[in-house]
């Protein structure tokens, strides 16, 4: 039986209310009043309190996303921006991956990282590794970084994870620092949680892959990520643990689009429900060609245009949740995404074990890699990049810091004074970027940029600061936030 309160996987992320969901959506994906209904639901409102949005529900959302007309598309995508105008304004944070480890004792059939392919290399960095990569991550000017490793209780132990998240908080290169580790490593217990909770992670972020029991067993038939409801329940625990920030995500083109997208949603309403939060954000991954992994194998792909969409959708369905893309996406396609409801991309990203000291911008190891990178600029070119379609690059990690974490974070947004604090962090951040590590050519375009959006703070008093802490940074002091 469908329960979203229920702790038990198959209860809230219940197939028969996923497949009576896709029916009432197939039933009324041409009904024009419900949509517009809906559609009207879902706009920003304001309140005494600033501005709210009310969400949809995956019944609601699923309508939307099973709509053919091209009118009603456009009118979902035109809301989408509305929304991602309202809360994230052009702000853009960025981050890049790190990859500690590709033992695995797993056999995702997607993933060229389980333990049967024998010809990828296994490599596990030294805490000597993982201080030349976080200089050279500095270096490049990353603040936040997600950390990502294989599952292998002897390889990767926690005690492992742990000792990478302190070796990575412990490096401080020049001007830099690394301000928000979040976490991606399967799934774990309650007391696992907890030690992750006390070494300072940010998000802890799993990928659910697929929300369809069978598909998921067939996908995961060996090792212990085989079991779909340890791995489904796996957020419970993490919040069960003091973990206030979780990240959702499938991996699209392993199932059908629509029954993923409804699983998600369902998902972030189970979280809502039992924990008062829903996630912090979701990751919207396609599966890539990779070591021994063809994609083709796998029939559900989607094509750009639904996996717009579907990112437009999830937008309006979720509007306080942030949306990742990462560099699996190539650059005409993450300029599209970007204004439908990204909120975080990656840059610069390298996705082997141990891909970043060592290499020149346009060297590329490929032998431990978990996927092909489709954007492989630069983060000084994707920085740029964003500057020039009149977004804010922002390296910023402040909530996180001022413990603005689960519902707290939830209610910076709904009072609106984001645009008096996540608005200067965004620009003070970008000019630290811009002091250390821009080439003259993005630094140029920067520095035009912070000058124009410092303006459109609204509260005076903030406006001044911001001008005085930018001011600050030139003359070389680091690290002001709001
Ligand atoms: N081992 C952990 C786990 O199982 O959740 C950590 C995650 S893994 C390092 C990161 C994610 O990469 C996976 O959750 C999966 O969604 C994604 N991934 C794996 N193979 C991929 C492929 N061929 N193309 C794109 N993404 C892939």
Redesign the pocket.
């Known amino acids: 039986m469908y329960d979203p309160k229920s702790l038990k996987a198959e209860e809230f992320i219940n197939h028969e209310e996923i497949l009576e969901t896709l029916d009432y959506a197939e039933k009324n994906k041409h009904n024009r009043e419900l949509i517009e209904e809906i559609l009207d639901k879902a706009r920003p409102r304001r309140t005494s309190k600033g501005i709210e949005c009310a969400g949809l529900s995956h019944r609601e959302a699923s309508v939307l996303l099973a709509c053919d007309i091209p009118e009603m598309t456009e009118k979902m995508y035109s809301l989408a921006r509305e929304i991602k105008q309202a809360f994230y304004g052009n702000r853009i944070v960025m981050f890049a991956p790190l990859y500690l480890s590709n033992y ?1 004792v ?1 056999k ?1 059939v ?4 389980h333990y049967q392919n024998k010809s990828i290399p296994r490599k596990k960095l030294t805490q000597e590794e993982v201080a030349r990569e976080v200089v050279a991550l500095q270096d490049m000017g990353h603040k936040r970084l997600a950390i ?4 292998d209780p002897v390889n990767n132990p926690i005690e492992y994870i742990l000792e990478c998240i302190n070796t990575i908080y412990s490096i401080k290169h020049k001007n830099g620092a690394i301000r928000r580790v979040n976490v ?3 799934a774990t217990t309650v007391e696992n949680y907890r030690k992750l909770k006390e070494a300072g992670i940010g998000t802890y972020i ?2 659910q ?1 697929t929300y369809h029991k069978k598909s998921y067993e067939t996908l995961h038939p060996a090792g212990p ?1 085989h079991n779909y409801a340890y791995h489904t329940e796996a957020m419970d625990r993490a919040m069960d643990g003091g973990i206030d920030d979780v990240g959702l ?1 499938v ?1 699209f083109g392993l199932e059908l689009y629509k029954y993923e997208f409804a699983g998600l949603l369902m998902h972030a309403e189970h979280l809502e429900a039992v924990h008062g939060v829903g996630p912090h954000t979701i990751s919207v ?4 060609h ?1 070591d021994d ?1 063809d ?1 083709d194998v796998f029939d559900n792909s989607i094509d750009d245009e639904t996996f717009a969409k579907i990112i437009a959708c999830i937008r309006i369905a979720v509007p306080y949740t942030g949306m990742i893309i990462s560099t ?1 996406e190539n650059e005409t396609c993450r300029d599209k995404v970007l204004s439908l409801g990204i909120s975080q991309i990656s840059g610069g990203s390298r996705t082997s074990v141990g891909g970043y000291a060592g290499y020149a911008p346009d060297e590329r190891p490929h032998d431990t890699e ?2 092909d990178v489709s954007d492989q600029r630069s983060l000084d070119e994707v920085v740029k990049w964003l500057m020039d379609l009149g977004y804010i690059p922002s390296f910023c990690t402040a909530c996180y810091r001022e413990g603005r974490t689960g519902d707290r974070f939830m209610s910076l947004c709904k009072t609106g004074q984001i645009q008096n604090c996540c608005h200067p962090n965004a620009l003070m951040t970008l000019k630290e970027y811009l002091e250390d590590y821009a080439s003259p050519e993005t630094k140029a375009v920067g520095e035009k940029l912070i000058a124009e959006e410092l303006k459109k703070i609204p509260n005076e008093k903030a406006r001044k600061l911001a001008a005085e802490y930018i001011e600050s940074i030139h003359l070389g002091r680091r690290d002001f936030r709001f």
């Open positions: 695995c797993n995702c997607y993933c060229p990282y990502e490793a294989g599952e991606n490593i399967a799993l990928f892959e990520k995500g991996l991954p396609r599966v890539k990779a992994i994609p699996r978990q996927f």
